[in-house]
Structures are given as structure tokens and as C-alpha cells.
């Protein structure tokens, strides 16, 4: 059974800080990785993928890809309270057929 | 741009009752398409994919179909709802270039009373 696994939070960081969301997966084979961000109450957006190992800035949001130890993570820099919402991580399986996803990470930001 | 649609966006319907949601996307030609639940505290399951017209496959055996009558159009039915089918629907494509990024449209809540 192939999964992604997020610690599900709430994680809580203050206004102006980094929040660093982190996501496993267990198929090896695994090619292309991405991170959605989703508001209470609407269907998730995306925020990039990455499927290369090494990191990928785009504006305040670094994805980071480690293929050897099966992880790959996001970094929000300078939080911003609009930031609040649950950030799920989705993987797909090594023939890039199916897309697995996590059950995702809330993310609180306090002003 | 490729821009997905799917209403109603949100329905409340009695045990028992039929079910009809229906999803279209512009701008692009010979889509996959995806028909997903969320459940209140739980993740997004696949129901369906589509690769064409059709084409439909079910991920999780339930009472609920879809279908696939043009290229751009994807439904979500039942004969009749149970009380377990209350959730967020989700609609989604996948495009072709971006790592085969899906897009979801804006979701349809169902309540089921």
C-alpha cells in the first residue's frame, strides 16, 4: 500500500516566522511531488511541485526534495495569518498514474 | 487558460433520494478527469477517473456512479443517497505539462439528512 504521511497539527507559528511542513512517502519510485494549500471550506490550490532533489523557491514558499530519504517539505517564510488553512502533500505513485495524497497539516499563524 | 466548473456548489438531499453533480471544463481537449470526496476530518478519496468519453474507472466500490457523456463533461450520480455520502465532492483535471498538476474546481457539499 502506497502512502504519504503528514504529521496532521495543528501547527502553530507566529506572524513574520518560518513554518516548515514536512511529508513522507513510501514508494521509492516516486517522480513528481506536490504541495496544495487548502481554506476551510474550499477545494485545494496549488502551490508547486517539485520533482527534482534539491529545493525550488517560488515567492515565499520553498519546496524541498530529499528522494534518498523519501521526504519532501515546505517552507513558508515570513508567515502571514492568511496563511491559516491545511497544506496537504500529494505524490505520485512510481508509474505517475495515481496520485496519492496525505490527510494534511493545519497551519496556524497568530498575529 | 483551462478553468473548471462543477455545480451545485452546495445541495442538501434526503436519505434515499437521487443524486446529480456535474462538472465541465473549458479550454482544453481530451482531459483526464477525476470525481474525489472529502468527509468532514478525513482525506481526499478518489471515486472516478475518466480518460475519455466513456472511459470511466472506479476506485471505491459504493453507490455512486459516474459518467462520461462528452469530452469536457463529467457527472457524479446516485440512485439513492445514504447518510454515509455526506461530503465534499471535488472535481478535478489533470493537465499534460506542469508534472501532470490536477486542478480541482470548487467543490460541491452535499449533506445528506
Known amino acids: 500500500q502506497k502512502e504519504v504521511e503528514q504529521n496532521s497539527g495543528p501547527l502553530s507559528v507566529p506572524e513574520g516566522a518560518i513554518a516548515s511542513l514536512n511529508c513522507t512517502y513510501s514508494d521509492r519510485g516516486s517522480q513528481s511531488f506536490f504541495w496544495y494549500r487548502q481554506y476551510s471550506g474550499k477545494s485545494p490550490e496549488l502551490i508547486m511541485f517539485?520533482?527534482s532533489n534539491g529545493d525550488k523557491e517560488d515567492g515565499r514558499f520553498t519546496a524541498q526534495l530529499n528522494k534518498a530519504s523519501q521526504y519532501v517539505s515546505l517552507l513558508i517564510r515570513d508567515s502571514q495569518p492568511s496563511d491559516s488553512a491545511t497544506y496537504l502533500c500529494?505524490?505520485?505513485?512510481?508509474?505517475?498514474?495515481?496520485?496519492?495524497w496525505g490527510l494534511g497539516t493545519s497551519l496556524a499563524v497568530n498575529p | 487558460s483551462q478553468t473548471i466548473h462543477q455545480w451545485p456548489a452546495t445541495l442538501v438531499q434526503p436519505v434515499g433520494s437521487p443524486l446529480s453533480l456535474e462538472c465541465t471544463v473549458e479550454g482544453t481537449s481530451n482531459p483526464n478527469l477525476y470525481w474525489y470526496r472529502q468527509a468532514a476530518g478525513r482525506g481526499l478519496q478518489l471515486l472516478f477517473y475518466?480518460?475519455?468519453?466513456?472511459?470511466i474507472s472506479s476506485e471505491v466500490p459504493q453507490n455512486l456512479s459516474a459518467s462520461r457523456p462528452q469530452d469536457r463533461q463529467f457527472i457524479l450520480s446516485s440512485k439513492k443517497l445514504l447518510l454515509s455520502d455526506s461530503g465534499f465532492y471535488l472535481c478535478?483535471?489533470?493537465?499534460?505539462?506542469?508534472?501532470?498538476?490536477?486542478?480541482f474546481g470548487e467543490g460541491s457539499w452535499l449533506t445528506v439528512v
Open positions: 517539485i520533482y
Open positions: 475518466s480518460v475519455g468519453i466513456g472511459q
Open positions: 500529494a505524490v505520485y505513485a512510481g508509474n505517475n498514474r495515481k496520485l496519492i
Open positions: 478535478a483535471h489533470r493537465t499534460g505539462n506542469e508534472g501532470n498538476t490536477i486542478y
